[in-house]
């Protein structure tokens, strides 16, 4: 069945109706806020890379790869001569493009990804998200072995996958593997976005944003993300501003409305 684009949605609920072969766009109920908060998670983890982000007007593939670049203007730890960047496919991998471009240090699609599993952090169970963890990826060992392996990914959640995975570069032969997150830390559950987790189970806020504790429980040699400035100018902004453009509450804990309002 062949489809034609017939408008943006933007913040509201619709129906769709047909009158005589011809589709008709009714809103049923419309939100009205001051501001347009789209959810930055959804940015770059959902969102289709060919899809537009309508406030800057930049797609979500080139605001994957500035987070990238910014990603290595970030970068604390030098590589030795010997390092690869390893993107988590599929949407790490502008992420990963964009550091390497910026790095100078080759890129190596090292993970091939099981096109037949979804998103782990979603299932219902902790038996569920480890057994989609243990099928989602396979590593070719010959593009790893005896490598110190920069491996980018777009976030980080309970970290569940990223276990799985870290574990199958090591048994792989990689000789070091450093963990680069292409976001901020999730902190905080998103009751207005992205269904995350209690916030208790997310990975950042059981070891209160300690980096090096987190690493040590991941089996990385380090780990880094992205600040959430730069994860702004990624997507085209010149700063944050008091009054997020976007709903970042996953990050920082900040919610766009005073729920007294509403209730």
């Known amino acids: 069945m062949l489809g034609a684009i017939i408008g943006d949605m933007v913040g509201s609920i619709y129906e769709f109706r047909n009158y005589n072969g011809k589709t008709h766009l009714d809103s049923i109920y419309e939100i009205r806020l001051s501001v347009n908060q789209p959810c930055l998670f959804e940015s770059f983890y959902f969102s289709r890379p060919d899809s537009i982000f309508a406030n800057t007007n930049k797609s979500f593939y080139e605001i994957r790869h500035s987070s990238g670049q910014y990603l290595w203007k970030e970068e604390q730890y ?56 243990k099928t989602k990826h396979t590593v070719n060992k010959n593009l790893v072995k005896d490598q110190e392996v920069i491996l980018i990914d777009d976030s980080l959640v309970r970290g569940t996958t990223s276990k799985s995975l870290i574990s199958k570069l090591r048994d792989a032969g990689a000789k070091e593997i450093h963990l680069r997150i292409a976001s901020p830390p999730v902190l905080y559950s998103d009751y207005y976005g992205i269904d995350l987790p209690d916030t208790y189970l997310l990975l950042a806020k059981q070891f209160d944003n300690d980096w090096d504790m987190m690493a040590s429980v991941l089996g990385v040699d380090s780990l880094g993300y992205l600040s959430i400035e730069s994860i702004y100018m990624a997507h085209g902004y010149e700063k944050r501003n008091d009054i997020p453009q976007l709903m970042d509450r996953c990050f920082t804990g900040q919610v766009p409305i005073d729920l007294d309002t509403f209730l």
Not at 113 to 123: D, E
């Open 78 to 133: 030098r590589f030795e001569d010997n390092s690869v960047v390893v993107p988590v496919p599929d949407s790490g991998i502008p992420s990963a493009v964009g550091y390497s471009e910026s790095s100078g240090i080759p890129l190596t699609f090292a993970i091939v990804r099981n096109q037949y599993v979804g998103r782990s952090f979603i299932q219902p169970s902790q038996d569920a998200r480890e057994l989609i963890a």
